[in-house]
């Protein structure tokens, strides 16, 4: 009878591997995976730590190992891994060809960079397709990553992350700043991590990126307070990128930023204060007012049916009210959070009605990338002419539409329901920024 799932569960406590001062969650798993592959017990005892190898021998792990192997045959063949966030371990999973039956080996990494237990499963019963995988442009071998922090000068630290191509050299870096609300460090949407996967497919290219957790979303509270746009998103921007200089892997001179959506929208001001920064790219960025927006992909849902429900025409002028007050001169410091839209307070819209895109975009003499999904409900392709517009202002201009694709740079149709699918970020996106940055593309305004 076909082995169809083996748990063999062995708890290690935390594993000390520094490699060259950055965090090694994936060489530590990988090294583990070798030790087995090569049936290589003693090394993979001596990356235990004195509590594990008290209680597990190396000639145990050999039995346990003989054990497996004895039902499924040799191990034949070592796929490239992916890995999934639980909780606080990663883990990576191992699809091992063995002579009579595929098995996926998993090895459980620790926040503290330790294997926590390793075990042998069904091929894809532990995948959930509706939750985020690694993209198979992933190739872990090509990058390594480690915690950073952004520190604000008021006293904010927000968590992130510092994805670097392993290189001799000093290369090119990407600061991702997220779209609006409380976003995660991976611009997670759904079960889709946008930044997470420009992260690793700009990997394959060297260059690294820096992407953190919005303030909004390690301090919820802030929204409270009386929280503005340069609060929210541009001085802690301008904190990630005052931190190149402190990183060396990264090239000084190849600095960029990455706005997605409100990100994109606010990337003008960032590189007017920030000197450092050589060039900016557009994610589906909005030139037209974010309650406009709002508005609009309110009524782009409710009438996905052909017809509106009465709550939903309700719904719609409530908005619409909302709207009208946010533009009109009654907009006050003082104004009541119930009165505004999505119950920001007053202080955001007036820090919005303050800043004009367009012109700032207009006055920028850094270079500049474009790009939108034609399927952006959110974002409409009317704001993206805008930007590309701007070409006889600014000349060094990349603008690129693509027909296939929606807010997240996900092949999709333009529904709601298309963000609750797990899917990842068009590789040829990545590939077209890549060119940029590495200066392999000319002016483009043709449609992939």
Request: hydrophobic share 35%; charged share 25%; proline share 4%.
């Amino acid at each position: 009878m076909k082995l169809r799932r083996i748990y063999l569960v062995i708890t290690l406590f935390m594993l000390c591997l520094n490699c060259f001062g950055h965090e090694t969650d994936f060489l530590i798993a990988k090294l583990f995976m070798n030790c087995l592959k090569e049936q290589n017990f003693i090394k993979a005892h001596s990356l235990c730590d004195e509590s594990a190898k008290s209680k597990l021998s190396s000639a145990a792990l050999e039995t346990t190992w003989a054990q497996v192997t004895s039902k499924t045959g040799k191990l034949i063949q070592v796929s490239d891994y992916y890995r999934e966030e639980e909780n606080d371990h990663i883990a990576f999973y191992f699809p091992c060809q063995f002579e009579g039956q595929l098995l996926d080996i998993k090895v459980m990494i620790t926040s503290n960079n330790g294997v926590g237990d390793f075990s042998f499963v069904s091929h894809e019963d532990h995948r959930d397709p509706n939750t985020y995988q690694l993209p198979d442009y992933n190739k872990s071998e090509n990058y390594y990553e480690r915690g950073i922090e952004i520190k604000s000068v008021d006293g904010h630290v927000l968590k992130g992350i510092l994805t670097v191509p392993k290189s001799t050299k000093q290369v090119p870096v990407i600061i991702l700043v997220h779209g609006s609300g409380p976003n995660d460090r991976d611009e997670s949407v759904g079960p889709n991590k946008v930044f997470k996967d420009l992260a690793i497919g700009l990997a394959n290219f060297g260059i690294a990126t820096i992407r953190y957790d919005k303030r909004t979303f390690t301090y919820a509270d802030e929204y409270q307070k009386g929280i503005t746009i340069r609060k929210e998103v541009i001085e802690d921007a301008l904190t990630a990128i005052k931190l190149c200089k402190t990183i060396p892997q990264i090239n000084l001179n190849e600095i960029y930023l990455a706005g997605h959506s409100l990100g994109g929208m606010l990337a003008p001001e960032i590189a007017m204060e920030a000197k450092e920064l050589k060039g900016i790219i557009l994610l589906a960025a909005n030139s037209s007012p974010l309650e406009d927006l709002i508005y609009n992909q309110y009524k782009h849902l409710f009438n996905l049916g052909g017809t509106m429900s009465k709550f939903e025409s309700d719904q719609l002028k409530s908005i619409k009210a909302q709207v009208d007050y946010t533009k009109s001169n009654k907009l006050s410091l003082n104004s009541p959070t119930d009165s505004l839209l999505l119950a920001l307070p007053a202080s955001y819209w007036i820090g919005l009605k303050s800043y004009h895109p367009v012109k700032t975009f207009g006055a920028l003499k850094k270079k500049c990338l474009v790009l939108q999904g034609e399927q952006d409900y959110r974002v409409p392709m009317s704001d993206y002419q805008v930007w590309k517009n701007s070409q006889s202002i600014n000349r060094d201009i990349t603008a690129i539409s693509y027909p296939k694709l929606n807010h997240l740079f996900i092949e999709a149709d333009a529904s709601a329901e298309e963000y609750a699918k797990a899917q990842h970020v068009a590789y040829y996106v990545i590939e077209d920024i890549a060119k940029w940055v590495n200066g392999s593309s000319p002016f483009i305004t043709t449609k992939k």
